[in-house]
């Protein structure tokens, strides 16, 4: 039998690389890791925690506005973004920390640099060579900028964590959650935001009434919401101002784009060509429920699988594969009733199927629906309003998706996600009985569907 330098090795120290090594490790695996750029991956350093705390910073300036009406003096508060940023490069730096510890906690050995794949049981680091028996591969993914002219001058959302100073007037691109997380961000810390997608409505694998919600509150908020509009090249002009000129004929000056228009696998440069690794088109690799590759001790989880590419689902595929293959306790991830969230302002929060969904799975569905203008609102002066939906199927009055618009969306579609797992109905939302008053108490009092096109 074959000895080896290391039972596995992680190719990549983000969410699901970091869990699969730790928990390896702790069930008697003798693991090694190798990670080029950042400790904790795309969530700690250029995605959800940066993101959130910029969301937080951005929402400030609302709150500030809207005090008035509870009785505080009117206030013109100065923002600082170097002050921002330092306090987020700090917290980023301990919680990079933190992730190390994990590991050395855990006894795994880790290697700074690009691991290179030679062959199926053996990993260059550098001028450094291991075997392996397993090895890992959770790279993530990358920002994708599409080819035309002036591409260069963009940034991604990789840059806008970094920018020395907060421009005056930014263009965002893109019409998936981080484009409009954006666009909320750079709208709330001051910035002359527009944002520019190709199709009619963003959010496009989101419910109907979440996309539509979502676009009548950034309107209210005078974000410039360009639909149907796709840029066809970018020039630098002397100054530094960047002019925008759109295939449809129009054009427009603006100090920053950022591009966020999805995101790749990151699979270049690690050595696949070496390996009988199957991917797909777009470079995403191609595994089994046990995330085997075709490559029998290669394996692969996270976002450079192509999946669902969220730091929890990550994480609970590396405690698959660790229980699995170290634990010897078969476990296989379930990736019905996923919930999640997007961050601009006010939060959506959701799970379970689409109206959309629900409608090509079942013969008759209920929709119960509710928009309205909470209460805090009714003395901050602000017209933002939410909303919260339950689909439910009408033969077995089995609840198959809820959905949110409003503040604190994900904290409360946390709790419901629980219940989505456990098979909730109809009946049980009606019967439980509220915290009043509170915006969350909506989802149970909510009694009269909606009409329903046939």
Known sequence: MASYDYDLFVIGVGSGGVRAARMSAQYGARVATAEEKYMGGTCVNVGCVPKKLFVYASHYSEDYQQAEGFGWDKAAPGFNWPTLLNNKNTEISRLNGVYKGLLDTAGVTHFDGRARIVDKHHIAIGDTTVSTERILIATGSWPVVPEFSGNEHVITSNEAFFLEQLPRRCLVVGGGYIAVEFAGIFHGLGVDTKLSYRGPLFLRHFDIDIRETVREELQKKNIDLMFETNV???????????????????????????????????????????????????????????????????????????????????????????????????????????????????????????????????????????????????????????????????????????????????????????????????????????????????????????????
């Open 232 to 454: 066809s090249a970018i020039e630098k002009k002397e100054d530094g101002t960047l002019r925008v000129i759109f295939k449809e004929g129009n054009e427009l000056e603006t100090d920053l784009v950022l591009y966020a228009t999805g995101r790749e696998s990151a699979v270049k440069d690690i050595g696949l060509e070496n390996v009988n690794v199957e991917t797909r088109e777009n470079g995403s690799i191609i595994v089994d429920e046990e995330f085997r590759t075709s490559e029998e001790n290669i394996f692969a989880l996270g976002d450079v699988i192509g999946h669902m590419q969220l730091t929890p689902v990550a994480i609970e595929e590396a405690m698959c594969f660790a229980n699995t293959q170290f634990l010897g306790e078969r476990k296989v991830i379930d990736y019905s009733n996923i919930a999640t969230a997007v961050f601009c302002q006010p939060n959506v929060g959701t799970v379970g199927l689409t109206e959309n969904e629900a409608r090509e799975s079942c013969e008759e569905i209920d929709i119960y629906r509710s928009s309205f203008r909470p209460m805090k609102h009714t003395l901050s002066g602000s017209d933002e309003r939410f909303m919260m939906k339950l689909i439910v199927d009408r033969k077995t009055d089995k609840v198959l998706g809820v959905h949110m618009v409003g503040s604190d969306a994900g904290e409360i579609i946390q709790g419901i996600s629980i219940a989505m797992k456990m098979g909730v109905t109809k009946t049980l939302f009606d019967s439980t009985i509220g915290i009043h008053p509170t915006t969350a108490e909506e989802f149970v009092t909510m009694r009269e569907p909606v009409p329903v096109e046939k």
